[in-house]
């Protein structure tokens, strides 16, 4: 378990090698947090919900950190409006890797002396919680250097793209009462568990991501300008927004551009699809003729093709699974909150952290939202 | 069908018998219509959708009048912005009323001649489509006198109240696969079609409604205060907009009065509550230690109760059943493109129209919306 | 003076006899008022202002109307938000007009017994505050039929439209000292009282107004879209509001038209230019290598030129002369409060109701506004 | 002129030495810039209006750099907006610093060969321009470490602070014929050129500023609460920001603190006022029975006290002076294109770099900004 939290806190660390100081300051939008919030707002974690709990004569590291890196624990008492966060230059860079270096060593002479069942599952939170801001932190770096004009490279090394460009298949998948949630004794969410049965109709899925060259086509064949492929609520956006292409794709005088981490390159049709909202991944399978994949039948048909390579959009709106409870006091703001307006999305990314997805992982966002590297499998 | 649709034309006139000229024009908030505009784009569905295609040599009333009347129908052309329909002081009441005697008469030659089975399924869907209208009328005039500082009487005899102080008691209902979804030969919509099987663990649900004294309790209990009661969007709704009760509540020196269309009274704690949004139901519920029914338990439960008097929110997103396919062409935009963001409502209110409900209709609306008259009945 | 009360009343009643009951309703924009607040809140001013304060055992006709029909009197007590009036549909427009008979009377029978010098004086200003308010309902209606998609004729008798398509030529005044402001016994307001001098520089001044064809050029010469001709102000809201052509033109296949209250026409080069912002006069006068006339300027060169059929923008902000005092008390409200962020306006229009202007008569608007009937004379 | 033109580049560089990397690059709200932002527009100002027309050869030093900081004028092309400017963590601070390097040295060169009338009218402006971005920066830094909950200290020994405690006095000017406005041989911009006659009438002006002591009289006699006192647009700015004190003022359970580039203080009511705006300004004047000076009043008795430790708020408006003319091209847009919806200030300030005031200066802000240090000195 020390292993494991040391392991976590040097990955976040290691993320941030490639940034120069200024990168770690910007919000360009709500939605985004500047790296220096992530590593502090998970280090905030460990001091609120642990330190000061189970560590004897604990003392905060600053009085005032609290109220700059709470996130959204409206019982956690007050906290820096979230469109706020950018707007602060102080506390520096190296003043929050001190801060992380304070909670660390606290961390570990804790976890050196205490074997209490209750802290244990609440490190397993917190370092859940710590690689879920790690993919936070690349999607909030990603969006601010694919908006910035120059376009910097974040890690030539860091390649997020992926290719599907084999034939494609349709599985099938019979009709019947199947059990979907998780049920192990490993580390999950308390949204996964409760494993409970559905009944499924007969369903095929795609064997493979849908690609860039794909939604070219549907770009190509005016698949934004057809009112009868989007939701209502889907065509108000894309009007509002201007929306017509997937977030990081521009036209140039050159062609079609697609902004990765290693810079601007030019789009790569046998690449899989990215950045997509579910606004787009509907209208897509719409102009197919086909649907998207429940969770469900996601999660029942997954042993049948590789996944993980993005985010994969379901029908599913993020509902509590039956017999569901929140957990009691802060922690219950942890997922039970975002019950609503959101679809589910499954798999993961070329952007999540090590272990830190699963076949039960239920992962979450409003439908318009796409600066998490999410594609589409088509169902039918 | 005749007799069906004519009756169906005369109630829509019949609703405006209470108003004056003034009370057909306005329109206070973006969702809320103008009363001339539903008795005029409720005959525009009939000249456009049937009219224009079936009745030879048909001629428009007026061309200007598409534009102004069409809803949402992206492929139906041009029109009016939502917000924009209360700006219209012309054409005048006395111009709609002449319309609708037009659209109305060419209507009973078409039906008295015609018995085309594609045409009778249209002026099906027309008739249910006035008919929702008639139920969004009286919505958007209580809307319209519940919020005018003098608060007019709409129609002394329209009594929306009801009271169940009857004992609470909660039936069981098994785990086990059930059946839900139209399967009649009677009217239904493309969205209640598709029965089709669902798997339900072992629930509960109450015989009756929740009151206003209920509420009441909640809400001297500062349930609008406590962050772990709500979802984190609705939370954030409550604080924008200042909610802190039921829309028709206000608070006077004199105590709690609420808006009815018989005019402002006291409050009755042991009237059905009304008037609420999803987020007010869910944390409702929350605080109960209860929550609500999916709309599967609902239609499965649903004969154990009496049901009607309110709409009922349930846990249950509004999305596509299983298989479920758009209507090709205009009319697939009724339902289908509204299965995102909404969470469906069971059941029907005082205001809804006669024979405009039955025990799978699905109705639905944005979480925050509460200008419908809902209410809520708890789960466990 | 009761003759004139009277005939004020009057005319504001001939104003409404083209309007539908629908018509007194609306209010599509802020800034525009319902006609029947207008008609109502005139009245509310000789109620409050006078027969409360002056006349024995007065009643007000309805205790709520204070509330729903002052404009902007913070001193008054709480309000209607300027935004809503047109979100009520009751008191109705004969309710209203009861109302006017009420205060009408009543004031008829003060007027009959009472020559007190301060209530005259008052009467004054409620007289000159109505027929401002005519103006208002002018501009108000045809802001109202202008954006309906049918363009209803106000009454096709009410002429707007004026040639100045003689000879242009320039006035030149020397430099020097002037007296500028009102020093008559004739009725002034607050704003325009405080006869002062000004030192003049030499300048010249246009004997005429612009036409729409000199204006038409300056579209056609991308007038619009040269940003060295505009305040950045002004162009910050040409693009926001996608401004391309004064208020009221449109281009259609058949070429330009333009609203009057005499209905739609094609625009006329002859006549007189109408409904622009100071932004585009500002503009205009740029791109011809001249400039607007000062409002002292203006006064000083009145008697040269034929004036009133045009709102003449002035390059001067509306600021106090010197030694201006505000009123004491609410009516201090009545000018001085606003003069910040506005332009002077001089002359007068076809829409100013008879006698409400006079050579030192100070109007006054922000400078985007263009729904008051303006245009401009050059000056260099 | 290099020796200034050195100076004054150094001086820039000299502001940012108690900066971290992070306070280069903040943008908490759209009127600030980030201190990296303007270090670079100056220099962009020099290349893209000198070195690019008169040096020979001159390359730029990153194509990139005039999209990125180009402020306003619409004709230099097209330009990052403004609200962005704090979303580039690229260029990096240091990439800036040689940017700046770059341009010094061409500069340099250029100045020692080159001594053309035209080219160094233009080093002049641009000169002038860098001053007065070096006391943007100021305000800017100013505001974002007066909103960061730690409030950071810019600079111990930066002291704005300043005492005019000595007794008020009135000076009285004589009405006359008077001259104001620029006519010498030093440099001024072209907004106060044209000197021109004005005639006053008898005033009387304060010999000191307001101090803080006075205004906390008018907030304590619920000056922010009583309208009579404000301008209709002040009432609805104090209404919809919640205003209730200056800009750097908070009140804590210990009493009355300010914030200045020294750090958080208690207020000292002996001090003059600061940070606020002109609505404010007016509002207290109106409380005292007194007036704000007018610039042209300002300027005839500016020799009678002494000046330079605020911007003083006057009445008027900032309106070209008589025979004033754009510069033609680009350079056209340094002023003019700023003359509507702002007041003139005069004066001077702490934050003001050496020599960049004069009595004929007009400085000018929109009426409700107040993050300059802004303050008022009394007229009657
Ligand atoms: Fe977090
Ligand atoms: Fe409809
Ligand atoms: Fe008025
Ligand atoms: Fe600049």
């Given at each position: 378990?020390?292993?494991?939290?040391?392991?976590?806190?040097?990955?976040?660390?290691?993320?941030?090698?490639?940034?120069?100081?200024?990168?770690?300051?910007?919000?360009?939008?709500?939605?985004?947090?500047?790296?220096?919030?992530?590593?502090?707002?998970?280090?905030?974690?460990?001091?609120?919900f642990?330190?000061?709990?189970?560590?004897?004569?604990?003392?905060?590291?600053?009085?005032?950190?609290?109220?700059?890196?709470?996130?959204?624990?409206?019982?956690?008492?007050?906290?820096?409006?979230?469109?706020?966060r950018?707007?602060?230059?102080?506390?520096?860079?190296?003043?929050?890797?001190?801060?992380?270096?304070?909670?660390?060593?606290?961390?570990?002479?804790?976890?050196?002396?205490?074997?209490d069942?209750?802290?244990?599952?609440?490190?397993?939170?917190?370092?859940?919680?710590?690689?879920?801001?790690?993919?936070?932190?690349l999607?909030d770096i990603?969006y601010?250097?694919?908006?910035?004009?120059l376009?910097?490279?974040?890690?030539?090394d860091?390649?997020e793209?992926?290719?599907?460009?084999?034939?494609?298949?349709?599985?099938?998948?019979?009709?019947?009462?199947?059990?979907?949630?998780?049920?192990?004794?490993?580390?999950?969410?308390?949204?996964?568990?409760?494993?409970?049965?559905?009944?499924?109709?007969n369903?095929?899925?795609?064997?493979?991501?849908?690609?860039?060259?794909?939604?070219?086509?549907?770009?190509?064949?005016?698949?934004?300008?057809?009112?009868?492929?989007?939701?209502?609520?889907?065509?108000?956006?894309?009007?509002?927004?201007?929306?017509?292409?997937?977030?990081?794709?521009?036209?140039?005088?050159?062609?079609?551009?697609?902004?990765?981490?290693?810079?601007?390159?030019?789009?790569d049709?046998?690449?899989?699809?990215?950045?997509?909202?579910?606004?787009?991944?509907?209208?897509?399978?719409?102009?197919?003729?086909?649907?998207?994949?429940?969770?469900?039948?996601?999660?029942?048909?997954?042993?049948?093709?590789?996944?993980?390579?993005?985010?994969?959009?379901?029908?599913?709106?993020?509902?509590?699974?039956?017999?569901?409870?929140?957990?009691?006091?802060?922690?219950?703001e942890?997922?039970?909150?975002?019950?609503?307006?959101?679809?589910?999305?499954?798999?993961?990314?070329?952007?999540?952290?090590?272990?830190?997805?699963?076949?039960?992982?239920?992962?979450?966002?409003?439908?318009?939202?796409?600066?998490?590297?999410?594609?589409?499998?088509?169902?039918?």
């Amino acid at each position: 378990m020390i292993q494991k939290f040391i392991e976590t806190r040097a990955f976040s660390k290691l993320l941030c090698e490639p940034l120069q100081t200024e990168d770690f300051v910007i919000q360009p939008v709500e939605f985004v947090s500047p790296t220096k919030w992530h590593l502090a707002h998970t280090s905030w974690f460990f001091e609120v919900f642990i330190l000061t709990k189970h560590k004897k004569d604990y003392q905060l590291y600053n009085k005032d950190f609290p109220f700059l890196f709470n996130s959204y624990y409206e019982t956690k008492g007050e906290r820096v409006m979230r469109a706020n966060r950018g707007n602060m230059s102080r506390p520096t860079v190296g003043d929050i890797f001190q801060y992380r270096t304070h909670v660390t060593k606290a961390m570990k002479e804790l976890l050196e002396t205490s074997k209490d069942k209750e802290l244990l599952d609440l490190v397993h939170i917190g370092i859940h919680h710590e690689k879920q801001h790690q993919e936070l932190l690349l999607m909030d770096i990603k969006y601010c250097f694919g908006h910035n004009p120059l376009f910097p490279v974040y890690n030539p090394d860091f390649d997020e793209k992926t290719n599907e460009d084999f034939e494609q298949k349709w599985f099938r998948v019979k009709e019947g009462l199947y059990k979907i949630g998780h049920d192990t004794n490993e580390f999950s969410y308390d949204n996964e568990s409760g494993a409970h049965k559905v009944f499924l109709e007969n369903f095929e899925i795609s064997n493979r991501l849908v690609t860039n060259g794909e939604f070219l086509e549907f770009i190509e064949n005016d698949g934004y300008k057809d009112p009868l492929l989007w939701h209502a609520d889907a065509w108000d956006w894309i009007q509002n927004e201007k929306i017509e292409h997937p977030l990081y794709w521009q036209k140039t005088k050159e062609g079609w551009e697609e902004y990765h981490l290693t810079g601007l390159e030019y789009l790569d049709p046998s690449h899989v699809l990215s950045h997509i909202s579910y606004y787009e991944a509907f209208a897509f399978a719409q102009w197919k003729g086909c649907r998207l994949p429940t969770e469900s039948e996601w999660e029942i048909a997954q042993e049948q093709f590789s996944w993980g390579k993005r985010w994969e959009w379901t029908e599913s709106a993020y509902l509590p699974y039956p017999n569901y409870q929140k957990a009691s006091g802060a922690l219950g703001e942890y997922n039970g909150k975002f019950m609503v307006n959101q679809k589910v999305l499954r798999g993961g990314s070329a952007l999540t952290s090590n272990k830190h997805t699963r076949k039960t992982y239920r992962n979450f966002f409003h439908p318009h939202m796409r600066w998490q590297q999410s594609g589409l499998r088509l169902a039918k």
